[in-house]
């Protein structure tokens, strides 16, 4: 199979869009950290931790499922799962405001926050969970 001149054009403008795209992302991506850390579990919030204060904690989700989660130096990291994947275990630390680390398996979020977003935020929906 021959490309065409078209195609060629296709392909080179997608991929200096999606430069382009990543770059926009990139450069509006919040750089201020975070004040908080709100933990949602089936779509519902679980609980909102200062960044400020270390702490470890485990959540239990049922049925022997389980994630523990730390909070040192103002950085968050999933330190423990017992998902099938584990991806979650091996994302990196987040601190800053819209950061998140999604555990998929057991439909938990753990998202960085600011203060100011607790009082910004509407009734809009950010998010759907199904």
């Known amino acids: 199979m021959k490309i065409k001149r078209r ?35 089936n779509g519902k919030e679980y609980g909102k931790y200062p960044l400020d204060k270390d702490k470890t904690f485990k959540i239990e989700i049922g049925n022997g499922k389980y994630n523990v989660v730390e909070i040192k130096d103002g950085k968050v990291n999933m330190k423990e799962a017992n998902c099938r994947d584990l991806i979650c275990t091996h994302m990196p630390a987040i601190s800053k405001g819209g950061e998140t680390i999604v555990c998929l398996p057991h439909r938990l979020i753990l998202e960085i926050i600011e203060e100011d977003d607790e009082k910004s935020k509407d009734d809009g929906i950010d998010k759907v969970v199904g």
């Open 7 to 41: 195609d060629l054009i296709v392909i080179v403008s997608l991929l200096l869009l999606s430069i382009l795209m990543a770059f926009f992302v990139q450069r509006f991506k919040s750089n201020v950290n975070g004040d908080y850390l709100l933990v949602e579990l």
